[in-house]
């Protein structure tokens, strides 16, 4: 019986056409959030900046994960 050494190849893995489409979803969801806020008055949201920032890291990162 053989071993299994749970080696992976090195790099990273290409998204699943099922992720790829969840990525997009979540992004159009951040976008979505995005704009309702800024519909908002900045003086009723606490952390309005932080939560700004969130969606800015997020962004880069769903767009990276669609670039691999």
Do not use: Y
């Not at 998204?15 to 979803?25: A, G, N, Y």
């Not at 949201?45 to 939560?51: G, K, L, Q, S, Y």
């Amino acid at each position: 019986m053989w071993k299994r050494t749970g080696a992976r190849k090195k790099g990273k893995r290409t998204l699943r056409s099922d992720e790829r489409e969840r990525v997009q979803d979540a992004m159009q969801l951040i976008e979505s959030a995005r704009e309702s806020l800024s519909e908002i008055d900045g003086s009723v949201v606490p952390d309005r900046d932080a939560i700004e920032e969130c969606f800015e890291v997020a962004d880069r990162s769903l767009r990276q994960a669609l670039r691999s």
